[in-house]
């Protein structure tokens, strides 16, 4: 084998050898150009999540502060009809009081 042969198979190697690496450096940035952009795009939509459950958390506190109300006017309305009872009771003593003084 003379020189030139030799020389070309080492030019040859090394274009096939600088072909597999500048291809591995071409793959790997694309690869982290690609996991970039999905970062990018979860990102986005934690965001997107995490606004929509403070929305959620704001209608929850809501709801539960009407229940509150609702509850303490049932509960008022309750002492109210209790009242009620108590008043008649009360009147039909006064009205069989009054019958016997002849009012």
Do not use: P, Y
Not at 24 to 40: E, P, R, W
Not at 81 to 88: G, I, L, S
Request: charged letters at 25%; glycine letters at 10%; a negative charge.
């Amino acid at each position: 084998m003379d020189a030139n042969n030799i020389i070309t198979i080492l030019v040859g190697a090394a274009g096939v050898t600088g072909g597999f690496f500048g291809g591995q450096k071409l793959a790997t940035g694309v690869a982290i150009g690609t996991a970039v952009d999905v970062v990018t795009l979860l990102q986005a939509q934690v965001d997107t999540l995490e606004g929509n459950l403070e929305t959620k958390d704001r209608e929850l506190d809501e709801i539960k502060h009407r229940v509150s109300m609702l509850e303490e006017l049932v509960t008022q309305r309750a002492e109210v009809e209790a009242v009620h009872e108590e008043v008649k009771g009360v009147r039909s003593v006064v009205d069989r009081i009054a019958e016997k003084v002849g009012v």
